[in-house]
């Protein structure tokens, strides 16, 4: 860490972040309304230090749950009901049918709960209230409605229910995007509560389903800072989080809100030292319109953003209670070294990194922007398991997740100080580097395992090996690329604009689906999803095995002309 670096780490102060965490523990942030009176305290507390803001008021499509519960038996029975559920505050009733599934134990596939659809099991359940082990989310909702459910209960893993969201669009619908708004009920009860329902779907009984929602278009104030650098003003690291959550949400995400007000104050006293711009925004729209507010801005500017960001960073759940590891940290493969080095030295924790998942605000994939943090720092493993906890998707491990429970003892004040300046620390050496620290030899690599790993399970079904020879190009390329700003052969300028511009065609590739301006659904996406069939073939009978293919040649074609764009960009620009 270099001297300006521990100087401006060293002025971190918990005087502004822990206010606003104690403040925003006294008020939900899920209505519009409330959310931008917390908006309003972000710019006041940073005009109060003479921070510039510029208060964007976008319409956004928000779902807004209310209560909900349900009856049988003469009993009612406690329930959420997560947004964009339809309403059904008059009932919905049939017959419940308990489908077994399980409760995923990785983040990774948490929210896509899934069973197999048979023919039989759309016989059983057309017309009738499901009920399954899971979050009311996408892959627990969409699958039961595609084969005539009339409404779907997902029972969570412990004595809590956990608020969330069960359209799988990503931000406001488009016209493309309206056919798959959710149309049944969905709520989710505790698992006690799940275990008694489960006894009379089994005994062939009926219950009414009741849900009540708010839904439609609503003004969302949306605060930016944009603290410019010196010397390339107009590219600029892009650091952000949501400020709506569910009830107070102090862990998920007053903390994240906290962080990045800190880091606004203190860069902004510094901005002289800022060689590129940093760009820090706070979302509404987070809870309420799968990530809408994000969405919006990635819409809204997107040209610019293509034009000028050198990176995202998301901001979601520093600063919590026992997180003191930094493991199931996202980051995309090119940005590993440099994270890694950031957080060892703020820290000297050893960081374990993954593939970022379809979650978060991570609305600009689609754009192509390298990418790390989402999540922040966690609790061990171990220590989850003394608790008893199961996996959720945030405030650093804690159970209170999504819950009414997420007050003000979620938060950890000393892990707060260390997590802010993790994530300063990142935003800074990132602004300031003279060549961009992404390392785009690691993507290759992970490219040749992705390949390899396809290739193995495709076996002489499928061929791959033009994928793997486009690959082995790339990485070539790379080499002598990296080879060549070490010896000063390739100029920073050249260097940087290379760096970037591969972000914009290798990012897409490898994390999205749909073309560049507009977003994939909210649901897992698989590493190099244009040739990731090659690894279900198993799963097809010899007729739709053809269908496959056919998928898979198109596919490669998409992934290989990528590949290319990205080899004659760099031998282009750099020869």
């Given at each position: 860490?270099?001297?300006?670096?521990?100087?401006?780490?060293?002025?971190?102060?918990?005087?502004?972040?822990?206010?606003?965490?104690?403040?925003?523990?006294?008020?939900?942030?899920?209505?519009?309304?409330?959310?931008?009176?917390?908006?309003?305290?972000i710019?006041?507390?940073?005009?109060?230090?003479?921070?510039?803001?510029?208060?964007?008021?976008?319409?956004?499509?928000?779902?807004?749950?209310?209560?909900?519960?349900?009856?049988?038996?003469?009993?009612?029975?406690?329930?959420?009901?997560?947004a964009?559920?339809?309403?059904?505050?008059?009932?919905?009733?049939?017959?419940?049918?308990?489908?077994?599934?399980?409760?995923?134990?990785?983040?990774?596939?948490?929210?896509?709960?899934?069973?197999?659809?048979?023919?039989?099991?759309?016989?059983?359940?057309?017309?009738?209230?499901?009920?399954?082990?899971?979050?009311?989310?996408?892959?627990?909702?969409?699958?039961?409605?595609?084969?005539?459910?009339?409404?779907?209960?997902?029972?969570?893993?412990?004595?809590?229910?956990?608020?969330?969201?069960?359209?799988?669009?990503?931000?406001?619908?488009?016209l493309?995007?309206?056919?798959?708004?959710?149309?049944?009920?969905?709520?989710?009860?505790?698992?006690?509560?799940?275990?008694?329902?489960?006894?009379?779907?089994?005994?062939?009984?009926?219950?009414?389903?009741?849900?009540?929602?708010?839904e439609?278009?609503?003004?969302?104030?949306?605060?930016?800072?944009?603290?410019?650098?010196?010397?390339?003003?107009?590219?600029?690291?892009?650091?952000?989080?949501?400020?709506?959550?569910?009830?107070?949400?102090?862990?998920?995400?007053?903390t994240?809100?906290?962080?990045?007000?800190?880091?606004?104050?203190?860069?902004?006293?510094?901005?002289?030292?800022?060689?590129?711009?940093?760009?820090?925004?706070?979302?509404?729209?987070?809870?309420?319109?799968?990530?809408?507010?994000s969405?919006?801005?990635?819409?809204?500017?997107?040209l610019?953003?293509?034009?000028?960001?050198?990176?995202q960073?998301?901001?979601?759940?520093?600063?919590?209670?026992?997180?003191?590891e930094f493991?199931?940290?996202?980051r995309?493969s090119?940005?590993?070294?440099?994270?890694?080095?950031?957080?060892g030295?703020?820290?000297?924790?050893?960081?374990?990194?993954?593939?970022?998942?379809?979650?978060?605000?991570?609305?600009?994939?689609?754009?192509?922007?390298?990418?790390?943090?989402?999540?922040?720092?966690?609790?061990?493993?171990?220590?989850?398991?003394?608790?008893?906890?199961?996996?959720?998707?945030g405030?650093?491990?804690n159970?209170?997740?999504?819950?009414?429970?997420?007050?003000?003892?979620?938060?950890?004040?000393?892990?707060?100080?260390?997590d802010?300046?993790?994530?300063?620390?990142?935003?800074?050496?990132?602004?300031?580097?003279?060549?961009?620290?992404?390392?785009?030899?690691a993507t290759?690599?992970?490219?040749?395992?992705?390949?390899?790993?396809?290739q193995?399970k495709?076996?002489?079904r499928?061929?791959?090996?033009?994928?793997?020879?486009?690959?082995?190009?790339?990485?070539?390329?790379?080499?002598?690329?990296?080879?060549?700003?070490?010896?000063?052969?390739?100029?920073?300028?050249?260097?940087?604009?290379?760096?970037?511009d591969?972000?914009?065609?290798?990012?897409?590739?490898?994390?999205?689906?749909?073309?560049?301006?507009?977003?994939?659904?909210?649901?897992?996406?698989?590493?190099?999803?244009?040739?990731?069939?090659?690894?279900d073939?198993?799963?097809f009978?010899?007729?739709?095995?053809?269908f496959?293919?056919?998928?898979?040649?198109?596919?490669?074609?998409?992934?290989?002309?990528a590949?290319?764009?990205?080899?004659?960009?760099?031998?282009?620009?750099?020869?």
């Amino acid at each position: 860490m270099n001297n300006l670096e521990k100087q401006i780490l060293d002025s971190v102060s918990l005087d502004e972040p822990w206010g606003l965490v104690e403040s925003f523990a006294t008020f939900k942030r899920e209505h519009p309304t409330d959310v931008n009176r917390g908006m309003d305290e972000i710019v006041s507390r940073l005009h109060r230090h003479g921070v510039e803001v510029t208060v964007h008021e976008p319409s956004l499509y928000l779902s807004l749950p209310g209560q909900a519960r349900v009856e049988a038996e003469g009993k009612t029975f406690r329930a959420k009901p997560p947004a964009y559920s339809v309403d059904a505050s008059n009932g919905v009733t049939g017959e419940l049918v308990y489908v077994g599934a399980y409760h995923n134990a990785m983040i990774t596939d948490m929210f896509e709960q899934k069973v197999d659809t048979t023919q039989e099991l759309a016989d059983r359940v057309r017309g009738k209230i499901v009920i399954s082990e899971g979050f009311a989310s996408p892959g627990l909702v969409s699958q039961f409605e595609e084969i005539g459910a009339i409404g779907v209960i997902g029972i969570n893993p412990g004595v809590d229910i956990h608020w969330g969201i069960c359209t799988s669009i990503w931000g406001t619908p488009d016209l493309d995007d309206l056919p798959r708004k959710p149309k049944i009920a969905a709520a989710a009860v505790n698992k006690d509560d799940g275990a008694a329902l489960v006894a009379i779907a089994e005994k062939g009984g009926s219950v009414t389903l009741f849900t009540e929602m708010e839904e439609g278009w609503f003004t969302s104030k949306l605060p930016e800072v944009f603290i410019k650098g010196t010397e390339e003003p107009e590219k600029y690291v892009f650091l952000h989080g949501h400020l709506d959550s569910w009830d107070v949400g102090v862990g998920d995400n007053a903390t994240g809100d906290a962080s990045m007000l800190e880091i606004a104050r203190v860069l902004w006293e510094n901005r002289g030292s800022l060689k590129r711009s940093v760009r820090i925004c706070w979302w509404p729209g987070h809870s309420t319109g799968r990530y809408a507010g994000s969405t919006w801005f990635s819409d809204n500017f997107a040209l610019d953003l293509e034009q000028n960001a050198v990176s995202q960073v998301n901001c979601d759940s520093p600063g919590c209670r026992w997180a003191t590891e930094f493991i199931n940290l996202c980051r995309m493969s090119e940005t590993e070294d440099f994270l890694a080095e950031v957080i060892g030295e703020v820290t000297g924790k050893t960081m374990e990194g993954e593939r970022p998942h379809r979650a978060g605000d991570y609305s600009f994939n689609n754009i192509g922007i390298s990418s790390y943090l989402m999540l922040s720092s966690t609790m061990p493993d171990v220590q989850r398991e003394e608790k008893g906890y199961y996996t959720v998707g945030g405030c650093g491990g804690n159970i209170a997740w999504h819950t009414e429970n997420d007050t003000l003892e979620i938060a950890d004040r000393d892990i707060l100080l260390r997590d802010i300046k993790v994530y300063l620390l990142a935003v800074l050496r990132n602004a300031n580097a003279e060549i961009l620290p992404f390392d785009w030899r690691a993507t290759a690599k992970e490219f040749a395992q992705t390949v390899a790993e396809y290739q193995a399970k495709a076996g002489d079904r499928f061929d791959l090996s033009a994928s793997k020879e486009a690959v082995d190009a790339l990485a070539s390329t790379l080499d002598s690329f990296y080879a060549g700003i070490k010896s000063g052969k390739i100029d920073r300028a050249t260097a940087n604009t290379v760096i970037q511009d591969l972000a914009r065609i290798l990012v897409p590739i490898n994390f999205t689906r749909v073309n560049r301006f507009s977003h994939d659904p909210a649901l897992t996406i698989p590493p190099l999803p244009s040739i990731a069939a090659a690894a279900d073939l198993d799963g097809f009978d010899e007729n739709t095995l053809g269908f496959a293919k056919t998928q898979l040649v198109r596919g490669q074609n998409r992934l290989i002309s990528a590949l290319r764009q990205a080899q004659r960009h760099i031998e282009l620009l750099a020869s």
